[in-house]
């Protein structure tokens, strides 16, 4: 059984940074290309950043582009997002999500290219 765990989320001003870390376990990580996403208050879920499962290919949605980073850790099964320069537009449940099997050098940024989804965890930017 494939998890993914959150964690990194909180309550911060506006112009800090926050990591975001996901743990995946009960799989292979090195195998799955990895997404996140978020969810604002009544709004869809939509694609924040993407990296494949090999080479770090990797893309970003327009709004967090130049602000958020995606990285991985295949020795600690995990990826991570570096946001920085948070807005209150950036407020939102954050998703990671998995895709297994993938391309090596491939980036997903439907949520329907996912099959594994994390719990999420919030991020609250103040004004």
């Known amino acids: 059984q494939v998890q993914l765990v959150e964690s990194g989320g909180g309550l911060v001003q506006a112009g800090v940074s926050l990591r975001l870390s996901c743990v995946i376990s009960g799989g292979t990580f090195s195998s799955y290309a990895m997404g996140w996403f978020r969810q604002a208050p009544g709004k869809e879920r939509e694609f924040v950043a993407a990296i494949s499962r090999a080479l770090g290919n990797t893309y970003y949605a327009g709004s967090v582009k130049g602000r958020f980073t995606i990285s991985r850790d295949n020795a600690k099964t995990t990826v991570y997002l570096q946001m920085n320069s948070l807005k209150p537009e950036d407020t939102a449940v954050y998703y990671c999500?998995?895709?297994?099997?993938?391309?090596?050098?491939?980036?997903?940024?439907?949520?329907?290219?996912?099959?594994?989804w994390g719990q999420g965890t919030q991020v609250t930017v103040s004004s």
């Open positions: 999500a998995a895709r297994g099997p993938s391309s090596s050098v491939t980036y997903y940024t439907r949520d329907s290219d996912y099959g594994y």
